[in-house]
């Protein structure tokens, strides 16, 4: 069993920014990627940034291109997420969740997530 914990989630001003941590248990760690999600009150849940195992790819939403960078420490068994130039509609609950192999893109995909950290970004 795979537990996953995310933090650094709160409430910032428009166009501040934020950086999430997802501490992940287990020894195989870099052997799949990682995603973090969100999903806004009446939306569905949404892909926001994936990478892969060993962190040569990474793949970004649309809406946070330019903005969001997603990294992870295989040694520490981290995986983070940096977030400038926020804006109101990135308003979420965000996940962290681990995938079934080295590289993922589909949400079925990723089998273990974690309980979610809150942004909200005031306008």
């Known amino acids: 069993q795979v537990e996953l914990e995310e933090s650094g989630g709160r409430l910032v001003q428009d166009g501040g920014s934020l950086r999430l941590s997802c501490s992940a248990s287990g020894r195989t760690f870099s052997r799949y990627a990682m995603g973090w999600f969100r999903q806004a009150p009446g939306k569905e849940r949404e892909n926001v940034a994936i990478?892969?195992?060993?962190?040569?790819?990474?793949h970004y939403s649309e809406s946070v291109k330019g903005r969001f960078t997603i990294s992870r420490d295989n040694a520490q068994n981290m995986v983070y997420l940096q977030m400038n130039s926020l804006k109101p509609e990135d308003t979420a609950l965000y996940y962290c969740a681990r995938a079934t192999a080295s590289w993922a893109f589909l949400q079925s995909s990723f089998e273990y997530w974690g309980q979610g950290t809150q942004v909200t970004v005031s306008s």
């Open positions: 990478i892969s195992g060993n962190g040569d790819i990474t």
